[in-house]
């Protein structure tokens, strides 16, 4: 079966994909994307619009109980997380259709369904292949899942619990919620729901918030400000097991070598992320790619494949 050819073959839709796919039609070039999931990528979807949007509205109602101006009476503001949830999903559409959606045709199109390489210039979608002089890797990443036993047989979320229009989108407020891991994500997804109104426990192995990559002094004043706020800290904490009690979610952690539970409503996994080139059968282009499966580029973002 012969491939159908392009001059660009692009694996992923998100920012970096549609700004390839545009230019090359401006150079009058054939490009295609490939897309398994929703087209816009991870930070129009389930990412930095969701979750800033999301963020913003928590932020108004702890203003409103919390004014920093003396003469401000504090208030209680109602919550529906339902219909706070409808207008995310509203707003993500509109973006997603106007950034997005509307570009595709002319000189670009889209494929749907899952890439992989046959050949350093031939991908596989569905039994469908695609040729391209050019393929440009732009797959993102995804959440990593840790190995904690238990993990499989209890329900849990990542940092995709902001999705919008996929089945792991969280559409109702919990009580309480675990969040394993104090990176910024668990860090801004974190103070969000405490500000919703859900009691927030975060579990970080390290010393201290923040404590790689970041000045020192962040980490300790993001403690402070979270710990007022009403949001439990531990550190030197290492998650063992998990498992379900009733409807809650019991977290088996090992803090400061003392072995401790922990409960509550629902389980956040925010332990960082990892590149999806692992899905790609990578290795059958020759793509160099480094330890943590990242793809190995030079200062121009070109592969060892030319």
Same mark, same amino acid.
Request: glycine letters at 10%; proline letters at 4%.
């Given at each position: 079966?012969?491939?159908?050819?392009?001059?660009?073959?692009?694996?992923?839709?998100?920012?970096?994909?549609?700004?390839?796919?545009?230019?090359?039609?401006?150079?009058?070039?054939?490009?295609?994307?490939?897309?398994?999931?929703?087209?816009?990528?991870?930070?129009?979807?389930?990412?930095?619009?969701?979750?800033?949007?999301?963020?913003?509205?928590?932020?108004?109602?702890?203003?409103?109980?919390?004014?920093?101006?003396?003469?401000?009476?504090?208030?209680?503001?109602?919550?529906?997380?339902?219909?706070?949830?409808?207008?995310?999903?509203?707003?993500?559409?509109?973006?997603?259709?106007?950034?997005?959606?509307?570009?595709?045709?002319?000189?670009?199109?889209?494929?749907?369904?899952?890439?992989?390489?046959?050949?350093?210039?031939? $991908?596989?979608?569905?039994?469908?292949? &695609?040729?391209? %002089?050019?393929? @440009?890797? #732009? *797959? +993102?990443? !995804? =959440?990593?899942?840790?190995?904690?036993?238990?993990?499989?047989?209890?329900?849990?979320?990542?940092?995709?619990?902001?999705?919008?229009?996929?089945?792991?989108?969280?559409?109702?407020?919990?009580?309480?919620?675990?969040?394993?891991?104090?990176?910024?994500?668990?860090?801004?997804?974190?103070?969000?729901?405490?500000?919703?109104?859900?009691?927030?426990?975060?579990?970080?192995?390290?010393?201290?918030?923040?404590?790689?990559?970041?000045?020192?002094?962040?980490?300790?004043?993001?403690?402070?400000?979270?710990?007022?706020?009403?949001?439990?800290?531990?550190?030197?904490?290492?998650?063992?097991?998990?498992?379900?009690?009733?409807?809650?979610?019991?977290?088996?952690?090992? $803090?400061?070598?003392?072995?401790?539970? &922990?409960?509550? %409503?629902?389980? @956040?996994? #925010? *332990? +960082?992320? !990892? =590149?999806?080139?692992?899905?790609?059968?990578?290795?059958?282009?020759?793509?160099?790619?480094?330890?943590?499966?990242?793809?190995?580029?030079?200062?121009?973002?070109?592969?060892?494949?030319?």
């Amino acid at each position: 079966m012969g491939a159908e050819k392009f001059d660009l073959v692009i694996l992923g839709s998100g920012s970096t994909a549609f700004a390839a796919a545009l230019r090359a039609q401006e150079l009058g070039k054939t490009a295609v994307i490939i897309e398994e999931r929703t087209i816009g990528g991870t930070c129009v979807n389930r990412g930095c619009l969701p979750s800033k949007n999301l963020i913003e509205a928590a932020k108004l109602v702890h203003d409103a109980r919390y004014p920093r101006y003396p003469g401000i009476t504090p208030t209680k503001v109602g919550i529906d997380f339902r219909k706070l949830i409808d207008q995310k999903g509203a707003i993500v559409h509109s973006y997603r259709q106007k950034k997005y959606e509307s570009l595709t045709g002319g000189k670009f199109a889209v494929e749907r369904g899952h890439a992989a390489f046959v050949d350093p210039h031939t $991908v596989q979608v569905d039994g469908k292949r &695609l040729a391209g %002089e050019n393929i @440009l890797i #732009a *797959t +993102g990443s !995804r =959440p990593v899942v840790p190995d904690i036993d238990g993990l499989r047989d209890v329900p849990y979320l990542t940092s995709d619990l902001l999705a919008n229009d996929e089945p792991m989108e969280m559409t109702e407020l919990p009580r309480s919620l675990i969040i394993i891991g104090g990176g910024y994500i668990a860090l801004e997804l974190g103070q969000m729901f405490r500000r919703l109104g859900a009691e927030v426990t975060i579990l970080e192995r390290n010393h201290q918030l923040l404590a790689h990559g970041y000045e020192p002094q962040i980490g300790k004043a993001i403690g402070e400000v979270f710990e007022n706020a009403g949001i439990k800290i531990i550190t030197n904490a290492s998650a063992i097991s998990v498992r379900q009690d009733g409807n809650a979610i019991v977290v088996v952690a090992a $803090v400061s070598d003392r072995r401790t539970e &922990l409960c509550a %409503e629902k389980l @956040l996994l #925010a *332990t +960082g992320r !990892r =590149p999806n080139s692992d899905k790609i059968n990578i290795e059958k282009a020759g793509v160099e790619v480094g330890k943590h499966g990242e793809v190995r580029v030079d200062k121009f973002l070109r592969t060892n494949v030319s």
